[in-house]
């Protein structure tokens, strides 16, 4: 008796291994936290830049909402609370998205200015002058911890030649902002440069484009709809003043999301196949 019971807890005690998908999701989810925690869309630009669009944005989200006291102001004595909140409450996504997309490379320029620069060494693996950030190159080197990449001004990856040498960079600790690159070997092949595919500044420009297009299809499916008298019902003119807007940022969603991975298939049918 005492063997079964042995044999029972440990088939009940067994744990189930993750599914692929388990898996997937979680590798997923960490790449999407590390990405944030490095700075997401302002890593590898410089901190003052940062720094600068920062304040910028805070300028921006200053502005919209102004333009949502004015819009309660005007709207409220004309169609109620109800139109005037609405019409008013649009103006916060690009607030919202400009806080998402700015605010943790801010808060990352700020260390980095106060921050000594790191220097990292590695065997150079590849260069290319375009990447996925606007502005910013590629740089993949082999160190000591594996395979890295860095975003490099494209200024700075002239001097990088085209055979396997040792490279020194200069890099900030938390936007990872290359500051300096220096080679060390002989520079005995030049780096040729390919043409960059259009395709490729069209992937650059989608990422800053799409927030745009998005508060403006909110705003405007919104606040027109709001402005107008279309029906006498004040809850009623609220409720479609909030679906047009909703349905008219849905709908740039998701195109711009089948536009990315239409542009995306069309970007790696250019990388060549052994």
Known sequence: MGKKQVRAQMRRGKPKAPSPGQMAQGTTRKQRERYVEAGGMLQGYAPDFVVRLGYI???????????????????????GWADAIVAAIAWLLPVALLASFVAPGFRLALKDRRAEAKLVQGQLVGASTVSNSMGLGLLMLQ?????EQYLVPPARLKQIPGNQVNVVLTVTPYLRHVRSVGIMGQRMVGRVEPPVPPVMRQLQRLPVLTPIALSLAVIIGDDVLAAVPVVSNEALHAALAVAVGAALGALVYFGSTLLQRRMMAEAQALVPTR
Do not use: D
Request: with cysteine; glycine share 14%; proline share 4%.
């Open 57 to 79: 944005a805070v300028g921006v989200a200053v502005a919209c909402l102004i333009v949502m006291g004015v819009l309660i102001l005007v709207l409220r004595p004309i169609y």
């Open 143 to 147: 160190t000591r911890g594996g395979s």
